[in-house]
């Protein structure tokens, strides 16, 4: 039988990473040997202090019902950690907890938009921006980001993009998918439109930790800003702490409240012991952010020099977080045939670039949060299908 569905959910979208996933497995299951590029998750455990404080919650009682918004010994530390690290002067009334920094953009595009609003966002960007934005009735406005200027905004394009009915911009660096950062004076120059045209910024600062030169600046320190930005955090990519699920916002305003609302009409409140575990994680030793960050960013020298060293590939280097975004256009596929190539044919599985929007296409993004073991593994294969296609 075919349940009828209602038409909102037509103009739902998806990650492609979890449909790679799947297919990955089913040829594992088969008996072939993938390395795994797709997923954007660090491959290090949970520091064990966290672990430990995560599961002596569970034993202490930590297992009932808690505030919808979230802890408040745990906003109070999220309040601190931002506040110290972006020179921001939020209240922990402003922070609302969440399983995991995703929903915070469902709820966020719910809570402010509708049908008549625009929402700009980067393309190629993280895929649930555009399909909350479909979601919630109003139009996307995608931003191209390109390679020429390091996926950075082009000011000048985003000018052309910004309407009477422009309620909203999302931001994210460093980014999703092509490791971009936005420099201050980006920042700047967005804050002044922002202000100029009244439009909130949802800033996803998820990667904030995971930054290779320089320091993050976050729009919300701007003057006039933090009223009319959104910033999103999470402990999954800094902490390694992806399966917990466990994120925040923190919000201009009265949005908090209507946030909150959110989280009651939907899961309640994140879990208990989670948040626990997350206090323990900002409040605990930090020597683990660090050792991360240091791996990382030798896997980035690692994978993006022997990607460069490929005939028909470049790859600029990345400042932040954990993917390589080449151009593969010199190979002459589309990158959604070249990742299927290399999938199938050569066991690395990877990214298509226009997963993440129509100006991807030509770049496969490759994570490189994996050993430099797997990342060898994936460049020789890489390098062997590009010379099979004779160049
Ligand atoms: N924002 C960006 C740009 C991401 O890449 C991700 C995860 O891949 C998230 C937010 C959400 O992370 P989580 O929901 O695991 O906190």
Known sequence: MTVRLATRMQRLGTETAFEVLVKARALEARGKDVVHLEVGEPDFDTP???????????????????????????????????????????????????????PVMFFVMLALLEAGDE????????????????????TPVPLALRESSGFRFDIEELKSKITDRTRLLIINSPANPTGGVLEQG????????????????????????????????????????????IILDGFSKTYAMTGWRLGYGLFPGNLAESI??????????????????????????????????????????????????????SCVMPKGAFYAFPNITGTGKTSREFADLLLEEYGVAGLAGTSFGAAGEGYLRLSYANSEANLNKALERIATAVKDLGL
Request: net charge negative; with cysteine.
């Open 260 to 313: 909150t609302k959110l989280m009651v009409n939907s899961v309640s409140c994140t879990s208990m012991a989670v948040q626990r575990a997350g206090l323990e994680a900002l409040t605990g030793p930090q020597d683990k952010v660090a050792e991360f960050r240091n791996a990382f960013h030798q896997r980035r020298d690692l994978i993006v020099n022997g990607l460069n060293a490929i005939n028909g590939i």
């Open 119 to 138: 929402a700009i966002y980067p393309d190629p960007g993280f895929p649930i921006y555009g399909s909350m934005i479909n979601y919630s009735g109003a």
């Open 186 to 229: 980006d920042l700047e120059q967005i804050a002044e439109l922002a202000i100029r045209h009244d439009f909130l910024v949802m800033s996803d600062e998820i990667y904030a930790e995971l930054l290779y030169e320089g320091t993050h600046h976050s729009i919300a320190a701007l003057p006039g800003m933090q009223e009319r930005t």
């Open 48 to 102: 064990e202090n966290i672990i430990q404080a995560g599961a002596s919650a569970l034993q202490n009682g930590w297992t009932h019902y808690g505030p919808a918004n979230g802890l408040p010994d745990l906003r109070e530390a999220i309040t601190n950690y931002i506040n110290g690290a972006r020179g921001t002067a939020y209240d922990a009334s402003q922070v609302v907890v969440t399983p995991g920094g995703k």
